[in-house]
């Protein structure tokens, strides 16, 4: 049975720094992994999808990483700002265009601080 | 078309009581899924559909939850006899294949159910 864990649940940081998010998976037969991102109170935005067939994804300051031997992922936040304060999901999808089948990890709190 | 609206986004309800939620998708995209989330957990799903088509249903989505798309566009989410246990934020996604063969999910705002 597949599982994500996201590790840490929280983070505190000043404005400015460089972070690393990290979500492992349990089983390494995915299809692909999503990094999304949650305001309070919010619904999901999506901010990477990162296909089994690759290493990487980026987008402005984020870049996603993928290691399915490993069954890691982490998502590199640089420059970090206050905007950037939210909840960070990662999800894997085990089959082609599988949305319902999504495995969601519980999230990293982040708060970027001033 | 600015991506996926749901509405209410906020319902207060007393047990019992039936309540409506409405999402209407980004227009061109054919997939459409509702989920379910609570505190600190990360969404569960509840149902999907093919344009009109509903496809799939969770088991988590008991008979008193009934979910149409009658035209392929907008659709509705029922919870009958509320009970205290269905409150929740209720999410809605849509999707469409990309070339690349992934769907990428565009969420909605949520909506959210308190149940006294």
């Known amino acids: 049975k597949q599982e994500v864990t996201q590790i840490p649940a929280a983070l505190s940081v000043p404005e400015g720094e460089n972070l690393v998010l990290n979500c492992s998976f349990t089983?390494?037969?995915?299809?692909?992994l999503q990094w999304f991102r949650q305001d309070p109170g919010k619904g999901l935005t999506s901010l990477l999808l990162?296909?089994?067939s690759q290493r990487e994804q980026t987008s402005g300051r984020l870049n996603a990483s993928l290691d399915k031997s490993s069954g890691r992922s982490t998502l590199y936040i640089a420059a970090s700002q206050p905007g950037d304060s939210a909840t960070y999901l990662c999800?894997?999808?085990?089959?082609?265009?599988?949305?319902?089948?999504?495995?969601w990890g519980l999230g990293t709190s982040l708060a970027v601080n001033p | 078309d600015t991506g996926v609206s749901q509405d209410p986004r906020h319902k207060i309800t007393k047990r019992g009581q039936n309540v409506t939620f409405r999402c209407d998708p980004i227009?061109?995209?054919?997939?459409l899924y509702w989920y379910r989330q609570t505190l600190g957990q990360g969404p569960e799903f509840l149902t999907y559909?093919?344009?009109?088509?509903?496809?799939?249903k969770s088991r988590l989505l008991s008979d008193r939850f009934s979910a149409e798309r009658p035209k392929g566009s907008f659709s509705t989410l029922e919870i009958q006899r509320t009970e205290q246990g269905d409150s929740a934020m209720y999410l809605c996604?849509?999707?469409?294949?990309?070339?690349?063969?992934?769907?990428?999910?565009?969420f909605g705002a949520g909506s959210r159910l308190t149940v006294l």
């Open positions: 227009s061109e995209h054919n997939r």
């Open positions: 996604a849509s999707s469409i294949r990309t070339g690349s063969g992934a769907n990428v999910l565009t």
């Open positions: 990162i296909q089994s």
């Open positions: 999800a894997v999808s085990a089959g082609a265009g599988n949305n319902r089948k999504l495995i």
């Open positions: 559909f093919q344009n009109e088509a509903q496809l799939e």
């Open positions: 089983d390494s037969a995915i299809y692909n």
